[in-house]
């Protein structure tokens, strides 16, 4: 970025390079990462609407009168008001409490997903990507398998195969979603592996477990928590898409996705309901508002973790 | 080059066969019996085992599962792809139905969303900082923010519904003018949804490009700066823009599963998901292996075509 113009965040990471030149501000390399990230605008808007979102859906019972589940026959679809801030349901359910019990689990399943294939997909590529050997050319060929199957067409099979509840759909996502894991903590790995701290740590007899997951990890970490990030939010999206086509968590159970779907039956839209807007529409704009928030502070963290945009 | 394309293609082979073995196996796990979805309620109730053991043999159902998978390689070998078994008609008769219209809407989707993502990437780096590129920005980021069948939604709700410029799903009726009424909606939906990754691929690519040094050169040539970005900064940024479009062919059929059902295209999405409710397996597997063939194909196809875009790459 030399002979470009300085961009307003540039200038702002000028700024704090010259303070922590000056000795006013520590030079610890996550102080400087947290710093660039609260003078990015947007990440810091992303992780206020965050916060907000998951306070409450965690706190649901603080914020909401009444019950997900207990549905009246008396006030079906009925329209915004008081009582009910954003209506009910086609059951008679309060569509308010209804959101933020179901942004509990579609935080859930979003957030639990990521963090699984993260977890299995970071610790075989580090581990296994430093070792290499038939181990290693077993699980790319079986990363590339999976990553033949278009993504949508697999999830589908795997759900019509084990059926439809929370924890197989985590599941499945953990399973359709390791493998970008493994391939990029892999190719970190492979070519940390060439550093010399790591073949200093080889010459002092150091174990490779404790190489590869105490050395190598936290070189490698930026680029995974950016990639656990996004793919949270792609996961959240993906409920909600598989919601529409009747493949998602049990329609009993409130997600973000099974309460938009009310719209649509069995893939087509249910014309006749449109106008109810309220059924539909704020929990939309919820899911896009947490989407949003999450994109946001994955691309906020994704330059603060670059060292090459600082100065 | 002829040399690696052939190996890579013969390399497919045993990967296909895995897949569709998995796929296979799959079918096969899935919780109830396929002769549920075929003979309605009250008639199975009457029908005697020996019947039912007679029907499933007719149709092919009997018989060990790895057996079936056998037969049913051997059969897709010789090119044929089996019956449907819920009305007994060809499966690749039915696909030639289904394909054009899945073709055609992700054909275009693909055009719109390549078009204006690379447009717009382009002009997003080459407005670095200023208020354009922070709009793109923002405006890349909702766009992925949304899910695909409420954009869908809110489309139809605006421009079939409200200002009634175009009908609600369906495909045209032959005439031209009419076909193109009827696809642009999904086609439009479908490409900006994908609009927001190519642009950003394209801005980051052209951000890199016009950092190198035979940029540098070519300014300090003293060409006009329009000649600098065109020729010499979004030539070389395009090599990973089709790359990335390379990778999304496939993604393009699998992806227009949802707008496929939102706007009622009748195309493989819509087939395959109603396929796979009543387990018709033939169709699955048809559509199964149409599907990983292009994932092979496409991502030979990018190796090939970064070798012949940039110079530098030498394919091994």
């Excluded at chain 2, 998978?69 to 897709?76: A, E, P």
């Excluded at chain 2, 195309?267 to 559509?287: E, H, L, Y």
């Amino acid at each position: 970025m030399k002979n470009t113009k300085k961009t307003a965040l540039d200038r702002k990471l000028d700024k704090i390079r010259v303070a922590e030149e000056s000795g006013k501000l520590g030079t610890k390399l996550t102080n400087r990462t947290l710093r660039k990230l609260t003078s990015n605008k947007l990440a810091v808007f992303g992780a206020i609407l965050f916060v907000v979102i998951c306070v409450l859906c965690f706190g649901a019972p603080l914020f909401t009168r009444y019950s997900p589940t207990e549905f009246s026959l008396t006030e079906i679809q009925a329209k915004p008001s008081l009582a009910h801030i954003f209506g009910t349901d086609q059951m008679g359910r309060d569509i308010w409490s209804r959101m933020l019990y179901g942004g509990r689990i579609s935080i859930i399943v979003g957030l639990g997903s990521a963090l699984g294939a993260a977890l299995l997909g970071v610790t075989l590529g580090m581990y296994v990507g430093y070792l290499g050997g038939w181990v290693d050319k077993i699980l790319m060929k079986l990363a590339d398998i999976f990553m033949s199957i278009p993504q949508m067409v697999m999830i589908i099979i795997i759900v019509a195969l084990v059926g439809q509840s929370l924890q197989n759909l985590i599941i499945i996502f953990i399973l359709t979603g390791w493998p970008s894991m493994y391939r990029m903590a892999r190719s970190k790995v492979l070519s940390l592996r060439e550093e010399e701290f790591v073949q200093s740590l080889r010459a002092f007899g150091i174990s490779r477990t404790k190489i590869a997951f105490k050395h190598m990890l936290p070189n490698a970490l930026g680029p995974i928590v950016v990639n656990i990030t996004l793919s949270t939010a792609m996961f959240i999206l993906q409920e909600a898409s598989l919601s529409v086509l009747n493949y998602g968590v049990p329609m009993e159970l409130a997600t973000w996705g099974n309460i938009i779907s009310v719209i649509t039956n069995s893939g087509t839209i249910r014309f006749d309901w449109l106008d109810k807007w309220w059924m539909w529409l704020p929990c939309s704009i919820m899911l896009i508002l947490f989407v949003l928030s999450i994109n946001f502070i994955g691309d906020g963290m994704r330059d603060a973790s670059d060292p090459t945009q600082i100065g | 080059m002829l040399n690696f394309t052939l190996r890579k293609l013969i390399g497919m082979i045993p990967m296909l066969i895995i897949i569709t073995f998995l796929i296979y196996w799959g079918i096969e796990l899935m919780p109830g019996d396929v002769i549920d979805f075929l003979i309605p309620m009250d008639q199975l109730a009457e029908m005697s085992a020996e019947e039912i053991a007679a029907f499933k043999a007719a149709k092919g159902l009997d018989g060990p599962m790895i057996v079936r998978y056998l037969s049913w390689l051997k059969d897709v070998c010789t090119g044929n792809l089996g019956f449907s078994l819920q009305n007994n008609m060809p499966v690749s008769e039915l696909m030639m139905q289904k394909l054009p219209a899945t073709i055609e809407l992700s054909l275009a989707a693909l055009i719109i969303s390549t078009v204006l993502g690379i447009l717009l990437g382009v002009v997003s780096a080459l407005k670095k900082g200023k208020i354009a590129d922070n709009v793109l920005t923002v405006a890349g980021m909702i766009g992925v923010a949304i899910p695909q069948f409420l954009f869908g939604i809110f489309c139809i709700i605006l421009f079939c519904l409200q200002l009634n410029w175009f009908p609600v799903g369906q495909r045209g009726d032959g005439g031209l003018l009419s076909e193109l009424h009827h696809l642009f909606l999904p086609a439009f939906v479908l490409g900006i949804s994908q609009t927001a990754g190519v642009m950003r691929y394209s801005r980051s690519s052209m951000l890199d490009s016009m950092n190198r040094d035979y940029v540098k050169t070519a300014r300090a040539k003293g060409l006009p700066e329009w000649k600098v970005n065109m020729y010499h900064g979004f030539r070389v940024a395009c090599t990973p823009v089709m790359v990335l479009i390379g990778f999304r062919l496939p993604t393009l059929i699998s992806g227009a599963i949802v707008i496929e059902n939102i706007f009622q295209w009748p195309g493989v999405g819509r087939w395959f998901t109603d396929a796979i409710k009543t387990q018709n397996t033939p169709i699955i597997m048809s559509v199964g292996l149409f599907m990983v063939l292009m994932v092979l194909l496409s991502s030979l196809l990018v190796d090939v075509l970064t070798a012949v875009l940039d110079p530098r790459v030498k394919l091994s």
